[in-house]
């Protein structure tokens, strides 16, 4: 089984796929989102691994405008909690690093250890990217902040381990397929769509939702890049497309909006009851 991320061996979305898939995932790491959408709609692989929000820094915008560009439907949820670990050389230690590379939002995330630690941030393209680097340049006095499964790869000390601020920091991913998932248990179910130009049109849209007893879990909108001023609204909400209230209430919503996309129908992700890790 095939299954594409965005990202080089040992990123947060490589471990976000063995959670889920385990020992039968053949992971294939790509330089962009838009690239592995694009692995899933020709087939090269069977599922992308896609991130679409973090708990502290919010929805990963440009993997819904992929959602809603792409012909592909989510198939599972996953959650992932974050845990940054401190990687430097076989025989260094925390007292001699001086620079940490990273991407920027895991050294944001690790700020407070860092600032302690008089350890100046140094920005990369990704956590295992970071891994990478120092493992190339074989400079003790360099560290990368990233996941536990990039020790293994670049073969790295962790020199000190849960080095984030916030300790309940998890990201959730949506796998996506080229195919709507046959016989899964549909707990969930994400859509797009774009309101009518009236007052009250949005009102209206999510009016079909509650009264069908659909719970809404999120709502956001996003620009349209070539319609400027304009919006589409990403929602996800309890129930499957099995559901009789939800198939109802999605026929009157595509009746309400000017347009409607089913991304996809989903078994709910496993979410960890203890997400701190101090």
Excluded at 159 to 179: C, G, W, Y
Excluded at 252 to 276: C, H, M, N, T, W
């Amino acid at each position: 089984m095939k299954i594409g991320f965005q990202g080089i061996k040992g990123a947060f979305s490589e471990a976000a796929i063995y959670k889920q898939y385990g020992n039968r995932a053949d992971t294939i790491g790509y330089d962009n989102i838009d690239e592995v959408f694009d692995a899933v709609v020709d087939g090269t692989v069977d599922y992308g691994m896609i991130p679409v929000e973090n708990s502290i820094a919010g929805s990963v915008s440009r993997s819904y405008d992929y959602f809603l560009e792409k012909p592909v439907h989510a198939v599972a949820e996953v959650y992932l909690p974050v845990r940054h670990f401190l990687l430097g050389l076989p025989g260094s230690t925390l007292p001699k690093i001086r620079e940490a590379l990273s991407h920027p939002m895991a050294l944001n995330q690790c700020e407070k250890f860092l600032r302690i630690h008089h350890i100046k941030p140094v920005p990369e393209y990704d956590t295992a990217g970071g891994a990478k680097i120092v493992a190339e340049q074989g400079d003790p006095t360099k560290a990368a902040i990233a996941a536990k499964l990039a020790a293994q790869y670049y073969h790295l000390e962790i020199l000190a381990e849960d080095i984030q601020t916030t300790n309940i920091n998890m990201t959730r991913f949506l796998v996506v397929s080229s195919e709507p998932a046959p016989d899964v248990r549909m707990e969930k179910t994400s859509v797009a769509f774009k309101t009518k130009h009236f007052p009250g049109a949005l009102e209206e849209c999510l009016h079909t939702l509650s009264s069908n007893k659909i719970n809404l879990t999120k709502i956001q909108s996003r620009p349209i890049p070539e319609n400027p001023w304009e919006y589409v609204f990403y929602a996800d909400f309890e129930g499957g497309l099995n559901d009789e209230n939800v198939w109802v209430g999605l026929q009157q919503l595509e009746q309400a909006a000017r347009f409607l996309k089913i991304l996809g129908s989903y078994p709910k992700g496993d979410f960890p009851e203890e997400v701190s890790t101090s």
